[in-house]
């Protein structure tokens, strides 16, 4: 649905700083919650003792594999935590 917003330039300041306050908020958790996630996933998560480990000139692409996954892990913590734009249940479009 398009949302029209019959308000003079002040309040269309105030939604514009709100979307930006709430992208940068979003934007750092997502950081925050990634790096932590990246970081710490090996003591979090360890390799069983004995398994197949990949040959060396796999692990850079396995590196970037878990660096997406740790990313993806932030948007979904930020998303989770209502800062992102749409994940604010059904009153912010039904409403």
């Keep these: 649905m398009l ?4 308000s003079s330039a002040t309040g269309a300041t105030h939604a ?13 958790i997502t950081v925050v919650f ?4 990246f970081g710490l ?5 360890p390799t069983p003792v004995g398994a197949a480990q990949p040959p060396s000139g796999l692990v850079p692409f396995f590196i970037g594999l878990s660096a997406v996954e740790s990313v993806l892990f932030g948007m979904a ?13 059904p ?3 039904f409403g």
Excluded: K, Y
């Design 77 to 89: 913590s930020a998303s989770s935590s209502s800062v992102i734009e749409g994940s604010r249940g």
């Design 41 to 45: 996933g090996r003591q979090i998560w």
């Design 91 to 93: 009153t912010s479009r």
């Design 34 to 37: 990634g790096a932590t996630t």
């Design 16 to 28: 514009s700083r709100a979307f930006r306050v709430r992208w940068i908020a979003g934007a750092l």
């Design 3 to 6: 949302h029209v917003q019959a």
